[in-house]
């Protein structure tokens, strides 16, 4: 709750955590969290607690639902991605862009090179412009082999990471699996498959910035292995 609360602090720049909440939804919203709920999925601890917090923001609970299904975002209003940050054998890196992927209604159409084209999943008309926030479950992410969970290559992270631009945040978390593997290697161990849905996402549909130079991060806490 602690992190939670600090890091809507430092993506909205507001005092507390009601003004933080109520700078990115609206307490009439129908609001829909969507955490990765399988294969090394978003931690249920993580998911309660931005629940909590914004009933205590003031946003009654009937209007916060789970909203994996593209039929259930279809009735909300605004969407919180809470993915978990992991490498994915199938598209590279499988962290906020393909958090989306089953709103597409045919997911294996969005791997390999294809995964070029996660971005048009966020401009659906159900989907685009709704997300107010991109949390990242990076408490113990897994830099390869990914989805699937394999404990040579996950470790305690103990962070978050967000933002209001979804491909900030997920260049943020390519950055931070990519300095894992290398010092796990010893030299530079790149995914496979590249992760070519970011730069896509920036470059062809135009989400937000993949420019590490252009990012502004706002870090707090422990500086031990942080990776940027």
Excluded at 50 to 60: E, F
Excluded at 125 to 134: P, R
Excluded at 197 to 222: F, N, P
Aim: include cysteine; glycine fraction near 8%; charged fraction near 25%.
């Amino acid at each position: 709750e602690k992190m939670l609360n600090e890091t809507l602090a430092r993506v909205t720049g507001k005092k507390n955590t009601k003004d933080a909440w109520l700078s990115l939804v609206k307490p009439n919203d129908v609001i829909g969290l969507v955490p990765t709920d399988h294969l090394n999925p978003t931690h249920d601890e993580v998911v309660e607690v931005v629940k909590n917090s914004l009933v205590n923001a003031g946003i009654p609970e009937d209007r916060i639902r789970d909203a994996q299904s593209p039929r259930n975002a279809k009735k909300c209003d605004a969407l919180i991605a809470i993915p978990g940050l992991k490498a994915h054998w199938l598209t590279g890196i499988g962290t906020v862009l393909k958090n989306y992927i089953m709103y597409s209604g045919r997911p294996s159409n969005y791997h390999k090179g294809d995964s070029a084209k996660l971005g048009e999943i966020w401009k659906l008309s159900f989907v685009k412009g709704k997300t107010k926030l991109v949390l990242v479950d990076s408490l113990y992410p897994l830099c390869d082999k990914g989805p699937q969970p394999d404990p040579r290559y996950q470790w305690p992270y103990n962070g978050f990471i967000a933002g209001t631009d979804p491909v900030a945040v997920e260049t943020v978390c390519l950055k931070i699996i990519t300095e894992k593997r290398k010092a796990i290697r010893g030299e530079p161990w790149p995914l496979s498959p590249p992760p070519i849905c970011v730069e896509a996402a920036d470059k062809v549909y135009g989400l937000g910035t993949s420019r590490m130079e252009q990012i502004q991060i706002k870090h707090y806490g422990w500086e031990h292995d942080l990776l940027l």
